[in-house]
């Protein structure tokens, strides 16, 4: 592990650990990369960006469940262990919230993301 001089505190008072940002950092580059844009590994990320686009609906909250739960279990399965991902759609408002655990430390992260809406 690469410890940050000078040294920096996460919310709860201990070192942080920059590993734990690089996770993080690798679920949004996954949720945010539309299949087909990266030349060698065409097939990665989840496509959740174009969902932005889409007409919103309870199939549409379904189906981007479904995408990317698949996608954060193939390409960051050596970092973490999906626990869930919920996905909601009302009115304009998308919601993905997505919590897993950091192989590494076994504590749960929780990420939200909302596209859509008048904010």
Partial sequence: MNVNFPFQFDGCGRTQDPLADYV???VEQVLFTTPGERVNLPDFGSGLQQLTFAPNSME???ATQFTVQGALQKWLSGYIKVQSVVASAEDSTLTV???YTPLNTGVSQVQT???GGNG
């Fill in 24 to 26: 993080r950092e690798l």
């Fill in 60 to 62: 549409m909250a379904a």
């Fill in 97 to 99: 919230s997505v919590t």
């Fill in 113 to 115: 993301f909302v596209y």
